[in-house]
């Protein structure tokens, strides 16, 4: 996020994209409403209409893969309107370039909505990215935000909400195919050789491979050997057949986790890892915010800190791997990591943690992004038209289907199925579907139906609700028992290789019984 | 009002008040809001007297709730016989304890628990927890800025429901008798406490009209009362408010007075188990849901009906004042805005 959470609650138009906020981050929901509360306006793009649709005042439902033409459009309201921040775009970017698109009512009055406020944000999440233009729909956003000039100001910005508690800290440590911690990029000789002369090891000079290639790899693929940690592949990545055949055919598979997953059943080794309560350490939240953890149980059994079984198995292969604690471990992300520069954990320990970047001890933190500069220098314009999505719906497969998560369940339910509470609120897998689709198939509400695509097919509960629009269809990620990564596309944005979640060609049946 | 010139009161120096609580610490299990190192008020079971930094002033994040009805707590064990089922009670000694610095919001709770569980049926487990417990009450000179209790009758100051209960006048605390233990632990430490005279009762007086004029929010329960018996709150109210909540159940469990709970069974092996009672909350869905699917409650525009119905129309019916004790803990968690003083001033709106 460019922003602070907080600031979200001062905005006055909130302009929130793919996200599913109310389910999936009910805490930065709390902010946007909040902010309708005091006035603020709230435009919601969104095939589905959900709850926070319902609260907007504005809701476009646009058509699953049309991000780029309908900001696009609104670009060009701003332009023809008088709306754009020219001396914004004449001072801070370069590369801008009339974009046309298609000027809607509505558009148009989210276009002015956003364009005439003081103070507006953009929120967006995995409805933006999970497409094969991902990376273009998020430049298509930046494009908005700067055409506005919304961004660099408090209270304005762009914001991804990220979807777990410490995944913006994983990609800041270079849990990325392509950068060292801190976004240091791998081909970068200068940023080897320091890390090279930290750590006493030659690093790889080109860069790995991103998440899909390696578990899409097939059984004789490059990769032979896997350590996999605190991640389900077996249910999470897209094409589940093609995932179980590359993770089979390896020599070797060793995963850690907390609970004994669907992955992890294949390993040949099994680590058994300590979960959050039960070890030290820092988190960086969505907000760029570094927040200490603190040991508040023993871990049960054999169970260890990811640290100490990393430590121990570099041990093990014959590095010398050495850390004491969690704080000798920052203190060399401090050492190596410029963001992280000036944050250790006697810092941490006080108040609510520090934002990054804190370039040294005396540093606050940077509450929001770009004041005075982009990362790049200036911001770039990069044009971008509509690319259409891997797979649409056709005459075998006539419906659309989109996944996403539900508010009791967290991704592939490995900790909260194992709650009888939450399992009691939604325990199985649902198809949204729209009544006159319903109607059509002759479905009542709760009937198991099977849904197909060219990939695969599995079954599960319909649930007939107009949130979806008519011919769409819209299912989750969570059960074992009814894995929609089965029927999802092999299709990813070239990127970032993001794999395209949200959107590939279904058909139902009705299942005949006698 | 002033205390009648009858009530038997004390007064307790300051200075006095840790070697009070040693005493009581010998013969008592002693729960007290404690503000622990990351500076939130909880409270908590003591068991270093000196160690922990007991706060009378700033309310703690949880009440008494969990200690008579714990959040999760096991009922019985079960083992599977040729003849069939069973069930062997759970049997828990819990130690006689002093809940000492409780505010009268968490006072008023407590009543109000005790009138759930023992007024048809007696609940065994929450009278084991009750019974022996002592209450000492500290009034509130200083209402936190969600507090409302002066709307729901239930505070700045209590009269009665604690067995001592205490009034900060600066050095010295104005201890007043409300029930035998209390009389009885006075008697029994004597030496701490002095007769309290007209002018240590005419301050805590004065220490209460000045509470009084102290609370931020205007909150007219009284009025969302009467119009919910008489049904004129707008369907739209329910429905605005239902639309947003976010289904979080965190006003339920950390309210003094939500005593909903659910019993279930769960399985250790083939041939035993355990039963165990959890918090539940009338907003989620599930907690109405019938077998099939069915659910009498549309959570999109009732989510919250029940919630607010129970404790501001039924339980006014059942026991003369609602269930809402005005602690504003719900207005600091919810996470939609939907807690229960925005729905007393929608209800109220539209009202000249």
């Not at chain 1, 921040?85 to 909505?113: C, H, K, S, Y």
């Not at chain 2, 007086?205 to 004029?213: D, K, V």
């Not at chain 2, 539940?280 to 525009?301: I, L, R, S």
Request: glycine share 8%; with cysteine.
């Amino acid at each position: 996020m460019t922003n602070s959470i907080n600031e979200i609650e001062n905005a006055e138009v909130i302009l929130v994209s793919g996200s599913n906020t109310t389910e999936a981050h009910p805490q930065v929901a709390r902010r946007m409403l909040d902010a309708v509360d005091r006035g603020a306006r709230l435009i919601v793009i969104d095939p589905r209409r959900t709850r926070l649709a319902e609260c907007s005042h504005l809701h476009l439902a646009l058509n699953p893969g049309t991000d780029i033409p309908l900001l696009n459009a609104m670009m060009r309201v701003l332009l023809d309107e008088g709306l754009a921040d020219e001396l914004f775009i004449e001072m801070r970017t370069e590369n801008f370039l009339a974009l046309t698109g298609v000027p809607l009512p509505l558009i148009n009055q989210a276009a002015q909505l956003y364009g005439r406020a003081r103070k507006a944000v953009i929120c967006y999440c995995l409805g933006v990215t999970q497409h094969v233009c991902g990376t273009e729909n998020v430049q298509t956003m930046a494009n908005l935000a700067m055409l506005a000039g919304h961004i660099e100001k408090k209270d304005t910005g762009v914001d991804p909400l990220r979807g777990q508690n410490n995944v913006q800290g994983a990609c800041d440590m270079g849990a990325l195919p392509n950068m060292l911690p801190s976004y240091q990029a791998v081909h970068n000789e200068d940023f080897r050789e320091k890390f090279e002369r930290a750590w006493g090891a030659r690093l790889p000079e080109d860069p790995g491979l991103t998440l899909v290639e390696m578990t899409h790899g097939g059984a004789q693929g490059v990769i032979r050997g896997m350590y996999i940690m605190g991640e389900n592949p077996m249910l999470s990545d897209p094409t589940l057949t093609k995932v179980e055949e590359t993770l089979r055919g390896l020599d070797f598979l060793a995963v850690s986790d907390i609970f004994l997953t669907e992955t992890a059943q294949l390993a040949q080794v099994v680590f058994p890892a300590a979960c959050f309560a039960e070890k030290s350490g820092s988190f960086t939240n969505t907000e760029r915010r570094v927040q200490m953890v603190r040991q508040a149980v023993a871990p049960p059994g054999k169970c260890r800190a990811d640290s100490e079984i990393i430590i121990a198995l570099a041990n093990r292969l014959g590095y010398a791997m050495d850390y004491d604690s969690s704080a000798e471990i920052m203190e060399e992300i401090a050492l190596l990591a410029p963001i992280y520069g000036g944050i250790y954990h006697d810092r941490l320990d006080q108040g609510w943690g520090l934002q990054w970047p804190c370039w040294d001890r005396d540093h606050p933190g940077t509450p929001f992004l770009h004041k005075y500069y982009f990362t790049r220098g200036k911001g770039y314009f990069m044009p971008t038209s509509h690319i259409e999505p891997g797979e649409m719906p056709d005459h075998d497969y006539p419906l659309l289907l989109m996944t996403g998560r539900i508010y009791h369940q967290y991704h592939t339910g490995t900790m909260t199925r194992k709650s009888e509470r939450l399992s009691r609120e939604s325990g199985q897998a649902l198809l949204q579907i729209n009544p006159a689709d319903a109607r059509a198939l002759g479905l009542r509400r709760g009937e198991t139906v099977r849904l197909v695509s060219r990939r695969g097919e599995i079954t599960l509960a319909a649930e007939i609700t107009e949130q979806v629009a008519l011919g769409m269809v819209y299912a989750t990620f969570h059960f074992s028992d009814a894995p929609i990564n089965l029927i999802t596309n092999n299709a990813f944005d070239t990127g970032s290789g993001c794999p395209e979640y949200k959107v590939c060609a279904v058909r139902v049946e009705k299942i005949m019984t006698n | 009002m002033p205390p009648a010139a009858t009530t038997d009161s004390h007064l307790l120096k300051k200075d006095h008040l840790k070697g009070f609580l040693r005493k009581l610490s010998k013969e008592y299990r002693l729960v007290a809001p404690v503000r622990n190192r990351h500076s939130d008020v909880l409270f908590t079971v003591i068991d270093d007297l000196d160690g922990m930094e007991i706060e009378l002033t700033e309310p703690p994040q949880n009440s008494l709730k969990q200690f008579f009805l714990p959040q999760q707590e096991q009922l019985s064990t079960y083992s599977v016989t040729p003849e069939g089922y069973e069930f062997h009670p759970t049997q828990a000694i819990i130690p006689p304890t002093v809940y000492f610095g409780v505010h009268p919001c968490d006072l008023s709770s407590v009543l109000y628990m005790d009138v759930v569980f023992s007024r048809r049926q007696r609940d065994p487990f929450y009278l084991r927890r009750r019974q022996g417990s002592v209450l000492i009450g500290i009034n509130c000179n200083f209402p936190s800025p969600n507090c409302f209790c002066n709307a729901t009758g239930s505070g700045p100051f209590i009269e009665m429901g604690s067995d001592l209960q205490l009034t900060d006048l600066g050095d010295r605390f104005l201890v007043e008798t409300g029930r035998a233990p209390g009389h009885a632990l006075i008697k029994r430490w004597q030496g701490f406490f002095s007769p309290a005279e007209a002018k240590d009762r005419a301050a805590r007086y004065q220490a209460f009209l000045e509470a009084r004029g102290r609370f931020s929010r205007q909150v007219h329960v009284e009025q969302a009362i009467r119009r919910l018996e008489a049904g004129t709150v707008p369907e739209q109210v329910w429905e605005d408010l239902s639309l947003r909540c976010q289904d979080c159940g965190g006003c339920a469990y950390v309210c003094p007075t939500c005593t909903c709970f659910t019993i279930s069974d769960q399985q250790r092996d083939a041939v035993s188990g355990q039963r165990l009672r959890n918090w539940d909350a009338c907003t989620f869905a599930g907690f109405t849901a019938m077998a099939g699917g069915h659910n009498p409650v549309v959570a999109k525009t009732a989510a919250i009906r029940q919630r607010f119905e129970h404790k501001l129309r039924d339980d006014v019916r059942l026991t003369g004042r609602p269930s809402c004790v005005g602690c504003g803990r719900c207005v600091g968690i919810c996470f939609g805005g939907t807690d229960i003083i925005r729905f007393v001033e929608r209800a109220c709106q539209g009202s000249l």
